[in-house]
DNA sequence: TCTGGGGTCCTAGGACCC
DNA sequence: TCTGGGGTCCTAGGACCC
């Protein structure tokens, strides 16, 4: 039986959302009616775009470039900050809508959901007119747009929802995949990304239809199983389900780009700390243990370098991650001037199922007790509110988000 | 010129075991 | 001097997504 998807995508999120708070707080202007961005703050080097106006679009700013390439192309260019707890409401807000059209949903991303709505159609109804429904819902009653993407299965839904914007509707059904998604540049096919694009085109792919007409053993051939998937994308093939349960995270990390490069190796264990206490302060709100912690450097030169290293015993201890994070951290600098730290903790487990190593140390019950107690007091009166001597300076420094 | 931060998945080489 | 094959785990690096 054919599936009914649909990808639901907002319209310039960040942007979008910043726009309609700011026109809560009494603002004159509508940012999205004006070229601007939402990025980071260049002078601690986070200047980045994370995302655009209409009109900025216009003038060829991209996600993701640095806002001072975006200024050069837009001077009257107008650059506001983020506010991830706004953004996380509005996401809250549209996801309780879409639960009413479906119990089979998926948060894909802070701004994008999947639905299978095969057995919630009710009589009379379609999935194109349900698509409509959300969108003008979603309008009305939350003051932003979406595009809705209408197909057979995950990936042309969202293939269907990137096409015109914003405040569209798009089907993308199996006899429309050569008129609709073969004539499209290859980069526009989800996974095929910077690196990937040059070398299609020097096999001579430059459209997904060209693609989709290779073999799939050639693109297997050349590719592996990166091939594989994007000629089975290119073909309109995905099996994959609208995956309503979140899964556990797989893995952990925080990383901040500093504002100054650092070379002394003092003041990077002092963002290592920060990092560390972030990193497993989730960690614990997952009620998980990880096993393998591995910090990463960014050079000036922007050459990234990192290192791990795997317990015997999963842990979720502030203090035991941290030491190790300072081992791995010793093996991995060489000196040279950093401009990123992270750290990231990898197999993560439950501790139901925590298997008792042979040379299981005894728990530190007293160090467990200190993490929870800093981890409360945090929940109660802020991320910032507990902070280890020496390192004021660097929690404010860094954004810290959830 | 300038280049965020959070993730997932894959690959390739090496260690180690039977 | 020469020297298997299969499997798992670990590590470092990288591509891609939002």
């Given amino acids: 039986m054919e599936r009914k998807i649909l990808h639901v995508d907002v319209n310039s999120a960040f942007l979008s959302w910043t726009a309609i708070e700011m026109l809560k707080n009494g603002a004159e202007v509508d940012i999205r009616t004006i070229p601007a961005i939402i990025g980071g703050d260049e002078e601690k080097r986070k200047g980045v775009v994370l995302a655009k106006s209409m009109p900025a679009k216009k003038y060829g700013i991209t996600t993701g470039e640095p806002i001072y390439f975006a200024k050069q ?49 009710p009589a009379g109804k379609t999935d194109l007119i349900i698509a409509n429904e959300i969108n003008k819902r979603i309008k009305k009653e ?28 798009h089907t993308l059904y199996k006899e429309e995949i050569p008129t609709k ?27 997904i239809g060209d693609l989709a007409k290779r073999k799939q053993e050639e693109m297997i051939k050349l590719f592996g199983k990166f091939g594989k998937v994007i000629w089975e994308y290119a073909n309109g093939i995905d099996l994959s ?23 002394n190796i003092e003041k990077i264990e002092e ?12 960690l614990r709100k997952h009620n998980l ?51 990123l730290i992270g750290v990231r903790v990898d197999k993560l487990t439950s501790p139901e199922t ?23 007091l945090k929940e109660k009166y802020g991320y910032n509110s507990v902070t280890r001597a020496g390192k004021m300076q660097i929690d404010e420094m860094m954004d810290f988000k959830e």
């Avoid at 349960?245 to 893995?251: H, I, Q, V």
């Avoid at 963002?271 to 989730?282: K, P």
């Avoid at 290192?307 to 060489?334: C, D, F, G, M």
């Fill in 271 to 282: 963002v290592l700390l920060a990092l560390t206490e972030q990193t497993t302060y989730r």
């Fill in 73 to 121: 192309k837009c001077h009257s260019l107008q650059i506001y900050k983020s506010n991830f707890k706004a953004y996380r409401y509005y996401s809250n807000a549209m996801y309780k809508i879409l639960c009413e059209y479906t119990n089979k949903i998926e948060r894909f991303s802070i701004d994008e959901c999947f639905l299978d709505i095969t057995n919630f159609i």
């Fill in 354 to 376: 925590e298997q008792i190593s042979l040379f299981d140390t005894p728990k530190n019950e007293k160090q467990q007790k200190l993490d929870k107690a800093i981890d409360g």
């Fill in 181 to 207: 998604m073969w004539t499209l540049p290859v980069s526009d096919l989800f996974m095929v990304g910077r690196k990937s694009l040059p070398k299609l085109q020097k096999i001579g792919i430059n459209t």
């Fill in 241 to 263: 389900e609208v995956n309503s349960e979140p899964e556990d995270p797989k893995c952990i990390g925080n990383s901040a780009t500093l504002p100054e490069d650092l070379t």
């Fill in 142 to 169: 939350l003051g932003f747009t979406v595009n809705v993407g209408v197909a057979p299965n995950k990936l042309l839904a969202k293939m269907a929802s990137d096409f015109e914007k914003p405040d569209k509707v």
């Fill in 289 to 339: 243990l990880t096993s393998t912690i591995s910090v990463q450097i960014r050079t000036k030169e922007f050459k990234n370098y990192s290192h791990q290293r795997t317990l015997a015993t999963p842990t979720n201890s502030t203090k035991i991650i941290y030491e190790t994070a300072k081992e791995v951290l010793k093996e991995l600098y060489k000196g040279e001037p950093v401009r």
